[in-house]
């Protein structure tokens, strides 16, 4: 084709993109003349006359291309031509001819059943699979069918499908999850997840190969049920005993979900199976954090003694780094004593560390100088990692501490200026963090010259980040009664519901979210008031109905707010909705 034929098949099909279609007409007539060979300019004028009704003339040329050689996709075409006219009686034959065509060509099946797809007439696509199942038993349709059927809404059988596939090529497994995965929610009495597990059983029972008891642990983990996730990852390390990823990787998500009662029953099963110092150090670590959390003086002394047991055993080195950190912040922040942590991290800074290593550390040195509101020797650690790993995501973070530390002492002008820079900030986590501070500062500091209220509010601040959560929450008290009404007052009562939460008074936390609403409606801190409400109501407070229609206000009055899809996923899930 000429340069100049492309350009002009370039226009034709620009036009055609408007919905131009007598213009697109024109020239592609023009081009089918011109080159009457070609099958592409055929097929797209067929296409126009459908568009422009001109059934007639678009029967033509179908008919034209099915006299020259017989295509059972064009003969599928002429079916659909007489479809849209909506003569069904005229369309059936000519589908059931193709479909007849697979008999004795089932090297076709795929493309017929595709163009069936493609004008959405589903149902034949399925009869063409389904006949496929026995006349090519060596091939599987089965990926196919599953997608037509969640077109359908037909979910049990898109489910059913899936699983065959599965059967069919084990390895693509994590790729049915991902399909799968828009179907169920985190209720395990949704329709949906019902039909999965119920499948899922059946498969157990029939062939217990593995990969039915990751589904089903893949299952039960997307409805955070970790313990019966657990189940399932015994039976499979029983069957496949060389690798422990995915039972520490579930141990680590129970964690992180505050299933402690299931994180340790995990972590202790990892000791008891493996001799991996990896992850006998990790599991250490986490059963010690998580005893931490709820930890009284005298548990905190067993906890202590436990850790210096695993130094004992383990010894001091660049292996067990982690450990040797988690220990730090354990006697900074819950044995309160700075001193004894510093002595020790200082020691880990002797050790033949990395340079992101040895910044590791000094972050946290300089958080429990922070701690100890010795600020300037704690921005003089923040300023040398800047130094020394630039433009790094651990450099970033020191700069945000940087700013944050210079909020705590009262330094609110050279805060604002570090925290424009870490408005854009590649991790947005610290983007996010920085913006909420710099609007904090802004929006309060010009209010009294004193800066009295914000001067407060970071005390406050760094009361929380001490780990004293009753002396932040008495300052706030404070705050709130000396300067009622002050454009501090709604982010003093979100800080304060959140330390409220913090220490389990959860009924003062919800009147504190509920004033916020009340009183500043229209506030900036508006949609996190109500979405962590209606967390609380969903959780802590077990009031899922409130919890309901706090998340439908975000879903109806803040479509911007960050909280927008997590609320809508929370909602459609209190209402038994299946998610997709």
Not at 82 to 98: G, V
Not at 203 to 223: D, K
Request: glycine letters at 2%; zero cysteines.
């Amino acid at each position: 084709m000429s340069s100049a034929a492309q350009h002009t098949a370039e226009q034709a099909e620009s036009y055609y993109e408007k919905g131009a279609f007598n213009k697109a007409l024109i020239i592609y007539e023009s081009l089918a003349k011109q080159y009457p060979n070609s099958y592409n300019y055929r097929i797209k004028l067929i296409d126009i006359h459908q568009q422009l009704e001109q059934y007639d003339k678009s029967e033509t040329i179908i008919r034209s291309i099915l006299e020259q050689r017989y295509n059972p996709m064009i003969e599928i075409m002429l079916g659909y031509n007489f479809q849209l006219q909506d003569r069904k009686d005229r369309a059936n034959p000519h589908y059931e001819n193709a479909i007849a065509f697979t008999d004795e060509h089932p090297n076709y099946i795929y493309s017929i059943a595709r163009k069936f797809e493609e004008y959405a007439l589903l149902e034949r696509a399925i009869q063409v699979y389904e006949k496929a199942k026995v006349l090519t038993p060596q091939k599987d349709y089965s990926i196919q069918l599953a997608k037509i059927y969640g077109d359908q809404g037909n979910v049990e059988q898109m489910f059913s499908n899936y699983i065959t596939y599965i059967a069919y090529a084990p390895s693509h497994i994590n790729s049915i999850k991902r399909a799968i995965s828009d179907f169920i929610s985190e209720n395990s009495e949704n329709e949906n997840n019902r039909y999965l597990r119920r499948q899922l059983l059946k498969r157990i029972q029939q062939e217990p190969s593995t990969y039915w008891y990751e589904m089903l642990s893949w299952l039960y983990i997307q409805e955070k049920a970790y313990q019966k996730a657990f189940i399932q990852e015994k039976a499979l390390y029983k069957r496949q005993p060389e690798s422990l990823y995915r039972i520490i990787e579930l141990a680590s998500l129970a964690h992180k979900d505050h299933d402690d009662a299931t994180a340790k029953t995990i972590y202790n099963f990892i000791l008891d199976v493996t001799q991996n110092l990896g992850a006998v150090l990790s599991a250490h670590q986490a059963l010690l954090e998580i005893d931490t959390k709820t930890a009284d003086l005298q548990q905190l002394e067993t906890i202590n003694e436990n850790y210096k047991g695993l130094f004992k055993t383990y010894g001091k080195n660049e292996r067990n780094l982690d450990l040797q950190l988690a220990y730090g912040k354990f006697l900074a922040f819950h044995k309160k004593d700075p001193n004894a942590a510093t002595t020790f991290l200082k020691q880990s800074l002797t050790l033949n560390l990395t340079k992101f290593e040895e910044a590791e550390v000094k972050l946290l040195l300089a958080d429990i100088l922070v701690l100890q509101e010795k600020f300037n020797e704690a921005l003089i650690f923040y300023s040398q990692i800047q130094l020394n790993l630039k433009n790094s995501p651990i450099a970033q973070e020191a700069r945000f501490k940087v700013a944050k530390t210079s909020y705590y002492k009262g330094d609110f002008d050279w805060a604002e200026s570090q925290l424009k820079i870490l408005k854009s900030s590649t991790s947005q986590l610290i983007a996010n963090d920085a913006l909420d501070l710099k609007l904090l500062i802004s929006d309060n500091k010009y209010e009294d010259s004193t800066q009295t209220a914000l001067k407060s509010y970071a005390k406050a601040d760094l009361l929380a980040f001490q780990n004293k959560p009753k002396a932040a929450i008495s300052l706030l008290d404070q705050l709130l009664k000396a300067h009622q009404g002050e454009s501090i007052t709604d982010q003093a009562l979100f800080k304060q519901a959140q330390l409220f939460e913090q220490t389990k008074q959860f009924d003062k936390a919800e009147a504190n979210y509920l004033q916020l609403i009340k009183d500043y409606k229209d506030g900036i801190l508006a949609d996190d008031a109500h979405y962590h409400l209606a967390e609380l109501y969903r959780t802590a407070l077990d009031q899922p109905e409130k919890a309901k229609d706090y998340y439908e206000i975000i879903l109806f009055k803040y479509q911007d707010s960050i909280y927008f899809v997590e609320a809508r996923r929370r909602f459609r899930m209190l209402r038994g909705d299946f998610i997709n």
